[in-house]
């Protein structure tokens, strides 16, 4: 009698055991069984608002839940990192990485998260240029005719950006470094305020991204005067490249998804099959074609390597240009 219940106890024991793994796998095998937030750094109205809603929306549709894009602007995309990385690594709560994330691991001297280390890659979405625009009230026409004014006038155009850390702004210092000129930056909380101020002629500079300003620059309420990645723009085709003057200039603007470290496996290749499955749809390659996008297809670990070289790349700019926060 003593032994069978013994016996009984060790297997209760070993089943009580198993059940936060078989909850777990459970748990995973149902997801999503209610809403996802999806986390972005940025206000309403730029390019990372853009890419998140139409992937929530597209998600949401895939997957049969809500997929709810929550923005929380601030400290160069640090709050919003933050709050998701201390998130329940349940993958309800995911994050929208952008080039911030990469330039910000340099650009300031104390963090308090590691991002390559606590968060779990998940896929790429899509990566596009962003463009040199002024504002059409100053007497500059292109590239070169940029650098002259700039240094025949130092420090009196201002250069304005999304915010310090952002893939503006570190286009604007990498072109900056390269040609030695002194433009004053003026970080504003997101792009859609930033280009507000660009169309009011209050800011003159901007290299902003390709979808927010495209259709100002085709209806002449902006002047575009190159494009800053390595092949021209489908979507403004008569613009030359950055790197026809400055050779060996690049800089894009890339998004895709990741969430906190420890997220269930089944549950991030849930997702990383979803997104992969919508970048191959008709529907979303016209709609990005639209904005001038790349697609950026792949594996969790080939997202996860495009963060550490952005990272890479990045920092070296944010050391030699000095950029520093506010």
Not at 35 to 40: G, H, K
Not at 142 to 163: D, R, V
Not at 175 to 200: C, E, W
Not at 221 to 237: E, F, N, W
């Amino acid at each position: 009698m003593m032994k069978f219940q013994r016996r009984q106890f060790l297997r209760l024991v070993a089943g009580a055991a198993a059940l936060p793994a078989a909850s777990s796998i459970a748990s995973a095998q149902a997801y999503p069984s209610r809403p996802v937030r999806l986390v972005i750094g940025y206000t309403p109205g730029g390019s990372a608002d853009l890419t998140a809603r139409l992937m929530g929306q597209w998600l949401s549709e895939k997957l049969g839940q809500s997929f709810v894009i929550e923005n929380r602007p601030g400290g160069g995309t640090n709050i919003a990192t933050e709050q998701v990385l201390r998130a329940a690594p349940d993958g309800y709560t995911l994050l929208l990485v952008a080039p911030a994330n990469a330039i910000n691991a340099t650009l300031y001297d104390k963090l308090p998260f590691d991002f390559m280390r606590e968060m779990e890659p998940i896929a790429g979405i899509i990566r596009f240029p962003n463009v040199v625009v002024v504002h059409p009230s100053l007497p500059i026409k292109s590239i070169p005719e940029l650098i002259a004014y700039a240094k025949a006038n130092p420090g009196k155009l201002n250069m304005a950006s999304s915010g310090n850390g952002s893939t503006i702004h570190m286009s604007g210092e990498l072109f900056k470094m390269l040609t030695g000129i002194n433009m004053q930056h003026v970080p504003y909380r997101g792009g859609a305020p930033a280009l507000t101020d660009m169309l009011s002629g209050q800011m003159h500079v901007m290299f902003d991204n390709l979808p927010t300003c495209a259709e100002h620059v085709k209806s002449g309420k902006l002047r575009g005067l190159a494009v800053t990645s390595t092949t021209r723009s489908d979507v403004l085709p008569d613009l030359p490249l950055v790197a026809d003057y400055l050779p060996g200039y690049e800089a894009s603007a890339w998004y895709g998804l990741a969430a906190p470290k420890g997220t269930p496996a089944e549950i991030v290749n849930t997702l990383n099959k979803a997104v992969n499955e919508i970048l191959a749809d008709p529907k979303a390659k016209a709609r990005f074609a639209e904005i001038g996008a790349i697609l950026l297809p792949g594996s969790p670990a080939d997202f996860g390597k495009l963060v550490a070289d952005e990272t890479e790349k990045w920092g070296k700019v944010v050391k030699f240009a000095g950029a520093k926060v506010d």
